[in-house]
């Protein structure tokens, strides 16, 4: 029969056993929280895509795993993506769509899954109401920045507008946010629907006969299609141009050459680049909330980002933006 001291020895090896394994188990589970990450690896903004990866691993998270999924900025690929990164690799929490149209076209889908998304970009304010309060977004919204846009070309000297892009969610949002805030005149929103950009030589064609003092371009598609050198090609060149934070690009600047001189865009007030800062935030913020709700459970995860950020009614957190403009080839401060 085992003695006293015996029996007690074994009860606290046992417990000292059991405790370890409980932390063993623990970390691990922590360890492998995937997290499933959509954004564009293909197509004009695959560069973005890749810079947006290198933001999010500078964070440099240990507790999650990153598993990537190409979006293409295009909504059937980003639901598929979305559907691959649930089912297959069953991933609850996301960080993207990056493009507008992706993350309308995944909002839904966050709710019928319980999932959570936290977006590296800036994004129309209805995702939020699409996804049931499932999406939060770490940059000032389309909304703001469209509206600072519309009161900054006014200020500058604005009176006639021409609104142009490539047909999606992102620049929607921008041109309706444009039209209500803007003072002067849109005197009409050209779009087109093909990414080869064969249809700009006759909205350039069409902006000659409206003779506007203003381009309103509220992505960066029309930069990368060769617009500028469009416009030149039929003799327009005395215009302001006026765009957005995602005209900041090499891929721009390549697209415009010389005759990007002088495009002035809005951008988040911070001090290093967007595309490196939000992705890095979204992580922050997603490692945070998964550090208080280890076992992914997401409902949990809401309630601590709301305890820990400011996010407004829309799941946005707000920000500012400023102007930017192309001086002598380089992105500079207006």
């Not at 405790?19 to 360890?31: D, F, K, R």
């Not at 998304?117 to 940059?139: C, D, M």
């Not at 892009?165 to 209500?180: I, K, T, V």
Request: net charge neutral.
């Amino acid at each position: 029969m085992l003695s006293l001291m015996t029996m007690n020895r074994l009860k606290t090896c046992s417990t000292v056993v059991a405790s370890a394994l409980a932390i063993a188990t623990s970390s691990l589970v922590h360890a492998e929280n995937k997290v499933g990450v959509i954004l564009p690896m293909t197509g004009d903004f695959a560069r973005y895509g890749e810079t947006v990866r290198q933001g999010l691993e500078s964070a440099k998270l240990s507790a999650v795993k990153y598993v990537y999924e190409d979006e293409g900025c295009n909504p059937r690929a980003a639901v598929s993506a979305f559907h691959k990164l649930h089912s297959f690799d069953k991933a609850k929490v996301f960080v993207g769509p990056w493009c507008g149209s992706p993350q309308i076209a995944v909002a839904s889908l966050l709710a019928q899954v319980d999932g959570l998304a936290i977006l590296g970009s800036s994004a129309p304010e209805r995702v939020y109401q699409l996804s049931s309060g499932r999406t939060f977004a770490v940059q000032p919204s389309i909304e703001m920045e469209s509206t600072y846009n519309a009161k900054e070309a006014y200020r500058l000297g604005a009176r006639k507008v021409v609104i142009v892009f490539l047909e999606n969610d992102f620049s929607r949002a921008h041109e309706e946010a444009f039209r209500g805030a803007f003072q002067g005149d849109v005197l009409d929103t050209l779009v087109y629907s093909t990414a080869d950009g064969s249809a700009l030589r006759g909205i350039a064609t069409r902006i000659k006969q409206l003779a506007p003092d203003t381009l309103y371009i509220p992505d960066a598609f029309p930069l990368m299609h060769g617009f500028i050198k469009h416009l030149s090609s039929v003799g327009v060149s005395a215009l302001r141009l006026m765009s957005v934070y995602s005209a900041q690009s090499d891929d721009v600047l390549k697209a415009v050459g010389v005759s990007g001189e002088g495009l002035i865009y809005s951008y988040p007030d911070i001090p290093d680049e967007a595309l490196h800062h939000y992705p890095r935030m979204a992580a922050q913020v997603l490692d945070q909330a998964l550090q208080q709700c280890p076992n992914v459970d997401t409902a949990c995860m809401k309630k601590a980002i709301r305890e820990k950020y400011s996010f407004d009614d829309h799941g946005v957190l707000p920000g500012n933006v400023r102007l930017k403009t192309i001086r002598d080839g380089k992105f500079v401060w207006f």
